[in-house]
């Protein structure tokens, strides 16, 4: 098993920036894919960024150039920095866990609770 516990998002003006956390503990971090969606209501969970364990990241299109995500192994915690923000960033964020880069959320084996990130435009 794995937990995985989002930071406070927040609120955020549009062309600011904000950085997620997510802290993972119960089985070894280091050795899971881990990956960022967000959900916007009544839509489905969209996939926005995975890295595997060596590092290596893909981005959906949308928030290429804009997006950073990382991961520091040693403090078992996963980072989504998000730049130039715009009014259609605004959903509900979540880290998940998996043994499988993917793109679909249903390949992704643990998920934080989700947080909440708003950009007023």
């Known amino acids: 098993q794995v937990q995985l516990v989002e930071s406070r998002g927040g609120l955020v003006e549009a062309g600011g920036s904000l950085r997620l956390s997510c802290v993972a503990s119960?089985?070894?971090?280091?050795?899971?894919?881990m990956a960022w969606f967000r959900q916007t209501p009544g839509k489905d969970r969209d996939f926005v960024s995975y890295?595997?364990?060596?590092?290596?990241?893909y981005y959906t299109e949308s928030v290429k150039g804009r997006f950073t995500i990382s991961r520091d192994n040693a403090k078992n915690t996963l980072y989504l920095q998000m730049t130039s923000l715009k009014a259609e960033d605004t959903a509900v964020y979540y880290c998940?866990?998996?043994?499988?880069?993917?793109?679909?959320?249903?390949?992704?084996?643990?998920w934080g609770q989700g947080t909440q990130v708003t950009v007023s435009s």
């Open positions: 998940a866990a998996g043994s499988r880069n993917s793109v679909f959320s249903s390949d992704w084996d643990y």
């Open positions: 119960g089985r070894a971090f280091s050795n899971f894919r």
């Open positions: 890295i595997g364990p060596s590092g290596v990241t």
